[in-house]
């Protein structure tokens, strides 16, 4: 299938297919855009100006979250305000959820061209945008857009984006999990003029209400969302007022082109070459037992990086993102990882940024597949091989180094969907938030943060068990962190949590499944690291928890309880918990980085004292042999096993291997060199110099294969026939020479050996 | 006989001793910190200022009739994390709360660097680690209905262990144990019976409100810092006892009042920040004797810059307080924090070329390149004595010789490396310094939904009168009152001398509209009830009691609460109507107009007390009569001072501040100079001198 450069006989619209915009906007003449700016702004006034615009769309952002006040607003943040310029340049974009980035600019954009004309952009204006083709990651996401005027002519934009409870759809909250096209799912806004000179649109705000079974909540976020935007104009105009419009400008303009000399200053550092990774989607419909490939690949050529997504699956079902939700998919990796120095003002980077992945699939649908799960899903997953390739790349420049972040927990989320009748006696439907608690991936320098919240949504919270309780019927019998869950590595990921709930005070709950991840990990670790756990459902029927409560003994795991287990399938509709019926559900943790076995031993006490390791896993995933008391290393046993381990390989195999000397170019990966000598480029061993292949060649064809079954890369990872019929498989693949791990993937069986890093010979 | 109030406030080098006599007259005195055992410096103090009123440290003690002391042993022991080991008992299955702390970094707020960038970040170090962690069987659900007794066995089985484990403070947190706290109760009782004498802490003592995770920090920092701060006032309290001190000893807290040394044992985090707090204090009682109502209050030091809020002649507050990224309940007068101050550092950022100010400091050591301690990298101090806020050759009263070469010298780079003047850049940096603290003040009051421009700014610490004027005019505020006379430099502890013993009790019930007026009543009745025993404990006579009473309400389904104030304590059926108005009205007030939903059916979350005895007041004196004369002698000198509103040096008129007058007006721009500070008056301003000896600034904002 073509990319979109690839194709030259359809219009990009946003109607049938994604809203994709022209370097040149087609804006109408009837809108006079400010383009008039100071080129030198002094040092002093562009620090104090620029500091500004950053505190106005902190306040922005804060506004939004003391006005609307709904658990989505405080917990989950899941709402994101921004500063653009005239024409759709990112100035600033506040630190909530990320995703909400790349689909702030195109919308924007799609406003300037096709409203500019009629109805028209004027002052007092705000448009209400979430149509996921004209760029809303989905339907739930509603953006409201706000131009702000000096004297007749459009200075800038201030806008934000908020996620609604229910918008309608077959499914409450939205996220339809059974939906086959987005007839099935809430109401779609292409951007519409819903206040106008001040004022709200009644007529325009009734249809926006009418489909939501919460209208009450939607109208107080749309109030909300208003007060914010009202909020930064006004303090926008203040600004001009008080410095002039020429350099307010100035600062904005300057802003990005400081973020873009940042960028390309770290762009002259890096070696060019190409990255790809590759993961899965399970389940695009009830029913559906198939795995669905999503790729990623990023090319860099001095300071472009282009991003495609040859080789991902069609779309299909209820999975699906449009091209504006892979795109701020990605543009979270880049955001974190390249322009956290400038405080996220990735509009410099992006003017070298090209997206350019192939529609029709999965994470680039046409209209009209269903997309209202696509930021718990496609997004998700299109977003975390993003943070592996763009550490991949950085990896080489020591200082960038530090930057690098392994794959957070929650790569996919396991949505527990329920609905009923509360112990207020009230109608409710929404899903159990505490997936946010996530954790984050191993770092190249050190270990990840155990639940430490999604790496998407740097400052979110996950309520108390006590606030849950109060607001739905149900009674959680714990909430842990679980040892092992954390995925290995010299350093190791964040460890993830589970939740255990009954039904409380209420007959029963209805209940849908939503997830993926479930049989093939989600988050993998880099170079040499090993994944986290999968997410996971336990639900027991008919349990003793109800004698158990009675007798005072309580359970702090779910193989306490008697009761017959039932599995539970990824997109389960309709079942019903009883109290009797113990549901626990555990996310993904944290990816690790670089090989386990050489994880420090100080390292593992501390896992083992911290309970975040168990003691089986010390010795098969870590290769440390441990003392009779099981909490401390016998270091002299440790290192001879981990050698015998490694000669063991290197035994089984008998590959060819030849040590090459050179001069080392730079590190590749952890334990991977590119190497020169007078015959050329080449792949080395960075422990003891074999060559590994020319450099226009895939390293991994000169390593020794180990396929294991997915299993022994983590102690919590279950069988994957429960859920898919794909087989999957953790292949390592070691230096022919010594042994020790260079790189690990997870892959269904029929999948090919990934090349995921290659530069030109 | 003289009879005196006191405070006594430790600070990080010295401890402070004010005395007020009946007349108001201040007497104070310093005494060098004795960490370690800071009784030593407290008593030496004491002994000080009783010689500055010819009395033996006996008799002095004898004719103090009210002691307040602010503590830092707790703020101590959590920074040098030097607390006692805590054993924790919980909820089974819910071990693990205080490790997840609700799925973040507790950054919000924070730097705002770590936040954006996760690989420098991580957790705080646990309070308790999961070793010392036990969960027993037992259950309260949303109703406060027991649905799974205590299992008593497993808690013996619990305590025991722990204390094999060596733990010597005990925390207690049960889920919902605010709405039924037998079990934590039966928990304490047991802990008692094994081990007598052991530290135990009950969240539904401490903290009873609504969310497990802020309530079980409380219990573990409390349990944490708890051996030691009893350990230090007990022994200060024997100390003072022996030689003399009669009345009860009161300690100032977090929440802007004084309790009991018991309280202060059984609650030893109501102590942490209450320092800062004892500022705004002092603040708030100097504001009703200058009959200012709104006060914004500033102490500008070397490494930080905080703001409170007085609104309405009462202190905001706020109901969670983080301390090293820990989040925890109690009300607390709210003092927010950036690191900016005289140590802040001045950078370029390279890649950008643009000019930078910290939040990065250099601290107390090695400080500003000008103290000459060693510091390299200029800062905000090293501008000030550039541009001749400050004069090198008479700093701190010409105890200090500052290096001005070397501050100009390292400006001099940066300034190259931008291409500007040194006095640009200078300028630039004092700007920038400024203009960030406008903002932290423009964020602590809009945030509470107050108007800066309805405020005067009160200005402390050693370089905050420098400051101050352009912060305040960028924050839209018209005037700025730097507190004079001994009172400033021993703000704290004149706070402490100036606090009233406060109690406040809150009990969570969550109750959803239409409400029902007995329930309420009960709630606020038994709360009144146990803050009218606080208050007898503490000897206060019925007719010196006084209680105000507060509901935390939310519209349903929502997560913002506002407090809503009541007249009184039982409220009448027809008293509902106007409970939902001003929930509204304060709602819009903090929220915008509109922002309430009409009809929405409301919830009662916290019912609160605030239980207080006022105090006798210092009285202070204001000068009998006024001038507009300023004396010979006052202006010492001009200095040559780079001004940014003129973009030139200009000699400037330098005054001593002890030598001017009430009633004298000067027009900036000029310096004052005193012994602690530099007042710093902009071309356009005016400062002058009250009948209480206090400059006030001008800022030069018309409307």
Known sequence: MPRISEITDIDFDGVNHPYVPPKELRISPKLKLHRDWETEVDPVTYEVVRHNLWQINEEHGATIQRLSGSPVAMYALDLNPSLLTEDAEFVYFGPYMQYMSGVTDTQVKWTLEFRSDNPGIQEGDMFLANDPWVGAAHQQDVMLLCPVFWEGELFCWVTNCLHQYDIGGITPGSFCPSAESVYDEGIMLPPIKIIEKGEIRRDIEAVYLRASRKPQLVALDFRAQMAGNATARDRVLELIRRYGPRTVKGVMKKIIDNSEKAYLAKMARIPDGYWQDRTYIEACRPGDRRTHRVQLQLRKEGNKLLFSNDGSAGQEGAMNATYSGWRGAIMVAVTELLCWDQYFAVGGALRHVDFDPTPGTLNCANFPASVSTAPIQSMEISLYPAYNVLSKMIYPDAEMRRDIMCIGGTSQWPATLFRGTDQWGERYGYLLIDPIGGAIGAFAHGDGINTGGQSRTPICQLPNIEHTEQSFPILFLYRKELPDSGGAGKYRGGLSAESCFIPHNTDFITQDTLSSGNATPTSPGMMGGYPSTTNAYTFLRDTDIASRMQQSRMIEDTSEVSGKPELLQLRQENFIQNPADVYAVRWTGGGGFGDPFERDPVDIERDLEDLAITPAAALSIYGAVLNADARTVDRAATAKHRAAVRAARVARHQLPAVKREGSVLYAASVALEVKRDEQGTFWACGHCSTELGAVGGNYKDACILEEHPVSASNPLIGEPSDFIDDKVVFRQFCCPGCGVQIDNEIAVAHDPVLCDIAIKA | ?703
């Open chain 2, 1 to 703: 006989m003289a009879s005196f109030l006191c405070g006594l406030d430790i600070g990080g080098t010295f401890t402070d001793c004010v005395l007020i006599d009946e007349h108001g007259q201040l007497t104070i005195s310093k005494a060098p910190s004795t960490p370690g055992n800071f009784a030593e410096g407290v008593l030496e103090a004491l002994k000080r200022a009783g010689e500055r009123v010819g009395l033996a440290l006996p008799q002095l003690l004898d004719s103090i009739t009210m002691l307040n002391h602010g503590t830092t042993a707790g703020t101590n022991a959590i920074i040098q994390r030097k607390g006692a080991r805590v054993g924790l008992i919980t909820t089974r299955g819910h071990n693990d709360v205080i490790h997840i702390m609700r799925g973040s970094r507790g950054l919000s707020g924070q730097d705002i660097k770590l936040i954006v960038h996760i690989p420098e970040s991580s957790k705080p170090d646990p309070i308790i680690p999961k070793r010392l962690i036990r969960g027993v069987s037992e259950r309260v659900d949303c109703f406060g209905k027991v649905v799974v007794t205590l299992n008593e066995e497993e808690v013996r089985a619990a305590i025991q262990s722990l204390l094999d484990e060596g733990a010597e403070a005990l925390a207690v947190c049960f889920l919902w144990s605010f709405l039924a706290p037998a079990h934590e109760r039966r928990v304490k009782e047991i802990a008692a019976e094994m081990a007598p004498g052991l530290y135990v802490t009950c969240s539904h003592e401490l903290a009873p409100k609504w969310g497990e995770y802020e309530r079980t920090t409380a219990v573990a920092l409390n349990a944490y810092i708890g051996p030691l701060t009893v350990g230090y006032l007990t022994d200060l309290d024997r100390r003072l006892k022996d030689l003399g001190y009669q009345p009860p000893l009161q300690i100032t807290q977090c929440a802007g009042g004084t309790i009991s040394v018991r309280k202060a044992s059984d609650a030893p985090l109501l102590t942490l920040d209450s320092g800062p707090v004892s500022g705004v204090t002092g603040s708030l009682y100097l504001g009703q004797v200058m009959n200012e109502k709104n006060i914004i209050t500033t102490d500008m030091g070397g490494t930080s810059f905080d703001v409170g809020v007085i609104h309405d002649s009462k202190a905001v507050v706020s109901y969670k307080s983080l301390v090293h990224q820990y989040e925890y309940f109690l009300p607390k007068v709210d003092v927010q924090t950036m690191g900016t101050g005289g140590g802040s550092k001045v950078w370029i950022d390279k890649t950008t070329g643009t000019l930078r100010v910290g939040p990065q400091s250099a601290g107390a050591v090695p400080g500003p390149i000008c103290y000459s301690r060693g510091g390299t990298v200029p800062t905000t101090t090293d501008a000030d004595v550039v541009l001749g806020y400050l004069d090198a050759d008479n700093f701190a009263g010409g105890t200090m010789q500052l290096d001005r070469a070397g501050a100009a010298a390292a400006l001099q780079v940066l300034a190259d490396e931008l291409g500007m003047s040194l006095y640009e850049l200078a300028s630039g940096v004092a700007q920038i310094a400024e203009f960030q603290m406008a903002d932290l003040v423009r964020k602590a009051t809009i945030q509470k939904g107050l108007d800066p421009r309805d405020f005067v700014l009160f200005a402390f610490g050693g370089a905050g009168p420098v400051h101050m004027a352009v912060t305040a005019r960028e924050a839209g505020i018209k005037r700025v009152v730097v507190p004079q006379g001994d009172t400033a430099s021993t703000w704290c502890a004149f706070g402490a001398a100036s606090a009233d013993t406060l109690h406040v009790n809150e009990q969570v019930s969550i109750m959803s509209s239409p409400f029902e007026v007995a329930r309420i009543n009960t709630l606020l009745g038994e709360l009144a009830a146990k803050g009218r025993a606080q208050l007898e404990e503490d000897g206060i006579a019925p007719a010196q009691q006084r209680f105000l009473f507060s509901i935390d309400m939310r519209h349903r389904g929502q997560i913002n609460e506002v407090e809503v104030e009541l007249d009184g304590g039982t409220l009448k059926e027809s008293d509902l109507d106007g409970l939902r108005a001003r929930f509204v009205r304060r709602y819009e007030q903090l929220y915008g107009r509109g922002a309430s939903l009409p009809g929405a059916r409301l919830e009662c979350v916290t019912f609160r007390v605030r239980a207080s005895a006022e105090s006798r007041k210092p009285r202070i004196k204001e000068a009998a009569t006024t001038t507009r004369e300023i004396p010979a002698g006052a202006q010492t000198g001009t200095r040559d001072i780079y001004w940014a509103e003129w973009k030139r040096l200009a000699p400037t008129p330098i005054y001593d501040g002890y030598r001017l007058q009430p009633g004298n007006t000067l027009e900036g721009p000029c310096v004052i100079e005193t012994t602690t500070t530099s007042i710093v008056v902009h071309p356009g301003q005016t400062v002058s001198m009250d009948a209480l000896k206090n400059f006030v600034i001008e800022t030069g904002l018309t409307a």
